[in-house]
């Protein structure tokens, strides 16, 4: 059973528009929720983090909201570059900084 | 600074035979674990541990095993490859109290 699930598989978006890439989880002893940026042939790459006492974290294009009741965060990336073009993982953490990854959504920004 | 390095990045198995994927961070990093990614599944976790001496098993361990001798080196041992072992294998640290963990550049393992 998929603790954390990204729905979407894929999402396009024209560049300087906003990308919303979004997760939904089942787990609600989540304390972190993360998202990583993976290109191909590279590992995963920290983006940015939300505390499940925080409902927004910003840090300059990139911004990730939290809903605790309904269980469902999301990202945004505001404008949309075609550098952005990448798999996003949502992450939760669990004991002992264990992480439970979703199956991804590519982004394809395009110029 | 190295961050986390893994050894070999490509590897060709064939089945029965056994192999270590090795992993090295260099941040002094309490917490290292293995993940592996296979198409429409995202990362799922292997092992895991939590200091020197000290390792538990994630969401699928089975035909795995490792060892954490060091704070530097976590490897992952394929006892019997297994064809449903081709996958791509990430290996993972993270700090007492961080959020983030960093990750190696993966090692691709096809399992013939």
Known sequence: DQQVKQNSPSLSVQEGRISILNCDYTNSMFDYFLWYKKYPAEGPTFLISISSIKDKNEDGRFTVFLNKSAKHLSLHIVPSQPGDSAVYFCAARSIGNKLVFGAGTILRVKS | ?112
């Not at chain 2, 290292?32 to 799922?44: A, C, E, I, N, T």
């Open chain 2, 1 to 112: 600074n190295a961050g986390v390095t893994q050894t070999p990045k490509f590897q060709v198995l064939k089945t029965g035979q056994s192999m270590t994927l090795q992993c090295a961070q260099d941040m002094n990093h309490e917490y290292m674990s293995w993940y592996r990614q296979d198409p429409g599944m995202g990362l799922r976790l292997i092992h895991y541990s939590v200091g020197a001496g000290i390792t538990d098993q994630g969401e699928v361990p089975n035909g795995y095993n490792v060892s954490r001798s060091t704070t530097e080196d976590f490897p992952l041992r394929l006892l019997s490859a297994a064809p449903s072992q081709t996958s791509v294998y990430f290996c993972a640290s993270s700090p007492r109290g961080g959020t983030e963990a960093f990750f190696g550049q993966g090692t691709r393992l096809t399992v013939v």
